[in-house]
């Protein structure tokens, strides 16, 4: 009897010291910043700025909700961003833009920062998708109704300057290799980047426009009229992210990658239209 009551009371008492060890180990791990919650991660980049270069196609879904997002998630955090054409945000990068991170239309202009050691390619993420369409304005009555029907437009057809815009590479890639391009360049109204193109078609300034799902989706005054064909494009329509080098704030841009490939930052951009490439 004395026996098994010994060996109750030293099962009572291990058990006790597993416990409280394990709160110790618990309590100890929180202390050197490696619980669960993480406030004090957050709180660590109190005060830091994430300076943002992102394609204009991609404004609206960051300064409406993603951006928001962030903040809220690390409230000492400020994103500043600065929207152009991936083209002129490359040119701007080149000549001493302070960013931290680069979010780009194509390939092509992350490629050349990397290329020239001023994108850390270990950052790279080729984070979404998105498609070329064809709009016209809403109330359009104009028989356009495909591509080919660029060629017997009487009007303004509006792109991207092939030069600088991705979308308007995209545009001159599927047009060349669906042989329309030589047959409208007198037709031809080339937008700074493919928000500008977006509002002339809105405005009526253009009888139609080529531009990515995502912008037509965001603007009520057009009307997509079909996608580019199957084969138009060799060219898949990629967004790549990643970190400028130089950052001043790393940790802050960082967490801002982070954060962008999270599952509810992908619902984000699944809203506006795009695709997840990553």
Do not use: R
């Amino acid at each position: 009897m004395k026996s098994t009551k010994k060996l109750l009371f030293a099962a009572i008492l291990a058990l006790v010291v597993i416990v409280g060890v394990g709160t110790c180990s618990a309590g100890l791990f929180d202390f050197l910043g490696g619980g669960s919650n993480s406030t004090a991660t957050n709180s660590s980049l109190n005060g830091q700025e994430v300076d943002l270069a992102a394609a204009a196609s991609l404004k609206n879904a960051f300064d409406k909700d993603l951006i928001p997002m962030f903040e809220k998630q690390y409230p000492g955090v400020k994103v500043v961003p600065t929207y152009a054409s991936s083209g002129d945000l490359q040119s701007q990068i080149e000549n001493g833009l302070k960013a931290d991170v680069f979010m780009s239309a194509a390939n092509k202009q992350m490629n050349a920062l990397i290329n020239e050691s001023l994108v850390d390619n270990k950052t790279n993420v080729q984070l979404l998708e998105n498609k070329v369409v064809l709009i016209v304005p809403k109330d359009s009555t104009a028989n356009i109704s495909s591509f080919d029907d660029l060629k017997n437009v009487n009007g303004t057809i509006a792109i991207g300057d092939p030069e600088s815009v991705p979308a308007g590479q995209y545009a001159k890639e599927a047009l060349t290799n669906l042989g329309i391009w030589d047959a409208i360049q007198g037709k031809l109204s080339l937008g700074t980047d493919v928000t500008a193109v977006l509002n002339q078609v809105a405005q009526g300034s253009a009888d139609c426009g080529i531009v990515y799902s995502t912008d037509a989706k965001s603007n009520d005054g057009v009307k997509v009229v079909c996608e580019a064909p199957d084969g138009a494009l060799k060219t898949p329509v990629i967004y790549p992210v990643a970190m400028v080098n130089g950052s001043e704030h790393p940790d802050a841009a960082q967490a801002f990658l982070d954060f962008l490939q999270t599952k509810e930052a992908k619902d984000v951009f699944v809203q506006y239209g795009f695709t997840i490439h990553a």
